[in-house]
């Protein structure tokens, strides 16, 4: 009974590695983040034909600094689904405002280190999504409130005048708003 048991286990298990195998990971823009699945039936994906103008509101809180918060990553994926659904690069205009407590993700790895003892795992990340074009903005009410000096501001990453402000701009502007916490 044991016996049999066990080769049950054991051919579920393989079976279930067989399945996990056939996937497609892929990460098409953003190569280093937001890996994906190409999936292969789908009803509804991106029209190739439209432009897309995304503005992104980025307000995580930074319980655990020593790793990305899944909100900052999923900008990657959004552009890397975007692009398996058949969007070119250049037809993907993706703004990302970071305010509130993502405020901290901009800083650059001295401050970092000096806030929380640990290196920014941010920096990579937002260096690949400015390499992709995507414009990176931080609120300057909060990189005040959260005492950071323009001098700690990663180099990817403008400054404006508010999250507020720039969020209305783009939205007059036309962009889609996705708003992730």
């Not at 590695?17 to 890996?35: D, H, M, T």
């Not at 029209?47 to 909100?71: A, G, Q």
């Not at 690949?128 to 180099?155: F, K, N, T, W």
């Not at 007059?172 to 996705?178: I, P, Q, V």
């Amino acid at each position: 009974m044991k016996l049999r048991l066990f080769f049950c286990l054991a051919f579920l298990t393989l079976v279930q590695l067989s399945f996990a195998q056939k996937r497609n990971w892929v990460n098409p823009i953003i190569e280093n983040y937001g890996q994906i699945l190409d999936l292969e039936n789908v009803d509804v994906k991106p029209d190739p034909d439209l432009k897309y103008n995304i503005i992104i509101e980025l307000v995580h809180d930074m319980d655990k600094p020593e790793r990305r918060n899944f909100s900052a990553t999923n900008v990657a994926r959004l552009i890397n689904l975007h692009a398996v659904g058949g969007v070119k690069k250049e037809n993907l205009n993706v703004a990302v405002v970071i305010h509130a407590e993502a405020t901290n993700t901009v800083i650059n790895n001295a401050a970092y280190k000096k806030k929380y003892e640990v290196n920014n795992p941010y920096i990579e990340l937002y260096e690949e999504l400015a390499e992709a074009g995507v414009e990176l903005i931080v609120c300057g009410q909060s990189l005040s409130m959260y005492r950071h000096d323009s001098e700690d501001v990663i180099p990817q990453v403008k400054t404006a005048t508010s999250a507020l402000t720039a969020v209305s701009t783009y939205q007059l502007k036309g962009y889609a708003y996705f708003k992730w916490d």
